[in-house]
T-cell receptor, first 110, second 112 residues
Framework: DAKTTQPNSMESNEEEPVHLPCNHSTISGTDYIHWYRQLPSQGPEYVIHGLTSNVNNRMASLAIAEDRKSSTLILHRATLRDAAVYYCIPGGDSNYQLIWGAGTKLIIKP | NAGVTQTPKFQVLKTGQSMTLQCAQDMNHEYMSWYRQDPGMGLRLIHYSVGAGITDQGEVPNGYNVSRSTTEDFPLRLLSAAPSQTSVYFC???????????FGEGSRLTVL
């Protein structure tokens, strides 16, 4: 299983971009990189996932390093509603092999 | 669609009591699972199911039982609650084995 390293917490200002880093130096060649987030007192929700290329969706962008040992989740314009814990989870064969770490707590300042 | 619905949202038990946490999904997902989340930590997988009649153990299955008689429902049973089972429990479902997970809002359980 790939080990991940994420900052415990980050702060950002409202309406500014946010870059959430994740190191996964032991990732295997077939592991996708999944990002979920968990708003206070709610269940996790899917944000984005990717394998090699950068990925975009309505919520965020995912930038994956060329060697795949790190990735960055980009929120283009943070709002107060984006305050959550963000989990970076490498995994491939099954959802049931995903290892959930403690994630990064993102604090958005008005 | 209601998505994934968990009941109850809160429960207090005494040591040794039994109870069932209910989970239902209306998305016709084959894959369902139960997780627990302790303070400041990520989720840990308890049990999962890849379809009606099929269940398997996750990382922390001891003290919990599951069954899957229908596609929609996946209850989690605690036969004899212990204080170590105090946690927040999340049910999730997905269409595929590696697809996006949809989570319920959680059930907060306290065992005294």
């Amino acid at each position: 299983d790939a080990k991940t390293t994420q900052p415990n917490s980050m702060e950002s200002n409202e309406e500014e971009p946010v870059h959430l880093p994740c190191n996964h130096s032991t990732i295997s060649g077939t592991d996708y990189i999944h990002w979920y987030r968990q708003l206070p007192s709610q269940g996790p929700e899917y944000v984005i996932h990717g394998l090699t290329s950068n990925v975009n969706n309505r919520m965020a962008s995912l930038a994956i390093a060329e060697d795949r040992k790190s990735s960055t989740l980009i929120l283009h314009r943070a709002t107060l509603r984006d305050a959550a814990v963000y989990y970076c989870i490498p995994g491939g064969d099954s959802n049931y092999q995903l290892i959930w770490g403690a994630g990064t707590k993102l604090i958005i300042k008005p | 669609n209601a998505g994934v619905t968990q009941t109850p949202k809160f429960q207090v038990l005494k040591t040794g009591q039994s109870m069932t946490l209910q989970c239902a999904q209306d998305m016709n997902h084959e894959y369902m699972s139960w997780y627990r989340q302790d303070p400041g930590m990520g989720l840990r997988l308890i049990h999962y199911s890849v379809g009606a009649g099929i269940t398997d153990q996750g990382e922390v299955p001891n003290g919990y039982n599951v069954s899957r008689s229908t596609t929609e429902d996946f209850p989690l049973r605690l036969l004899s609650a212990a204080p170590s089972q105090t946690s927040v429990y999340f049910c999730a479902s997905s269409l595929y084995n590696t697809g996006e997970l949809f989570f319920g809002e959680g059930s907060r359980l306290t065992v005294l």
